[in-house]
Structures are given as C-alpha cells and as structure tokens.
C-alpha cells in the first residue's frame, strides 16, 4: 500500500471498517433511452446456394456426379471464371444430374423419373423457393419441358 499517496491510504482504512453491500448505480436516463427510436436492424441475406442447398445422396454414381458439379461452382465463385454463362452450366447439370439419377434407379425414363420424385424434391425447398417455382408456374409437367429446354443452352427467362 505504500505506492499510494496518504489520503488514499486514509480512506482505504476508514472504509475497510463499513459493512459490505450491493451499490445502485444507473448510468443512463430511462426517459431519455424511450423517447429515442431505433431503427430495425437489417435483415441478413441468404446467399442462393447450387440446387438450393446441400444434396444429402446414397453413394453412387449420381453423388459423384453432384460432387462434381459442386467443386465446379465453387471454383466458378472463387475466381469467377468467364468459361461459361452459369445459368446455363446450372441447367445443364440439374438435367444431367436427373438423368443420371433416372439411370440409377432401374434405368427410370427420364420424364417418369421427374414426375416420381417432383412432389419430395419440393416438399424441402425453402419457402422463397416454392414461390419461385410458382411464380414461374413450374409443376411436375412443366419442369419436364424446362429441364429438356435448359439442357440445350438457353436460360430460364428465354424458356418461361
């Protein structure tokens, strides 16, 4: 305690006699805190992910294939390669992507695969998602001719 002036040191002493208790310090005006108004906080944006999220599939050729695809787009968004339009290669892989996976489920028809598994597939998109596919009034017919559309380069505002 010798590093401390005196008075200190006095006071110190005087207080080291009073009994402990909890102190009621305010630092801010409750007035004045309600009469300012907050703005809303923003709302953070979900980034648009490949097919609308991670793809969870059996191990095979069609997960291979999806994995693929991913490492490709994640190349594409890392150095933002010119190499294609990427709505185009998105389509294209979506279709490619349904094949394979009509092909490896007893060698399905392609149109006989989409209408099997339309109603699942979009049983887990997010609500954004389901508006999309409605505001564009895709259904089970229509991502038929969509998909065959997308395979032969054009892109989806040309097709709809």
Do not use: W
């Amino acid at each position: 305690m010798a590093v401390l002036d005196p008075s200190s040191q006095e006071l110190i002493d005087k207080n080291k006699k009073n009994e402990l208790h909890l102190s009621n310090v305010i630092f801010k005006n409750d007035a004045e805190e309600d009469s300012k108004q907050r703005q809303t906080r923003r709302t953070i944006k979900k980034v648009m992910e490949l097919f609308g999220g991670k793809l969870f599939l059996n191990v095979g050729k069609v997960s291979d294939l999806y994995r693929d695809i991913l490492d490709l787009y994640q190349f594409y968004i890392k150095k933002r390669v010119n190499c294609l339009i990427f709505s185009e290669f998105n389509q294209m892989s979506l279709r490619l992507l349904c094949e394979t996976g009509a092909k490896a489920d007893n060698n399905k028809k392609f149109e006989n695969y989409l209408k099997e598994y339309y109603e699942d597939a979009k049983k887990t998109l997010d609500k954004d998602m389901k508006t999309t596919l409605s505001n564009f009034n895709i259904n089970e017919k229509s991502i038929i001719q969509l998909l065959h559309t997308g395979a032969h380069g054009l892109s989806i505002g040309q097709q709809i």
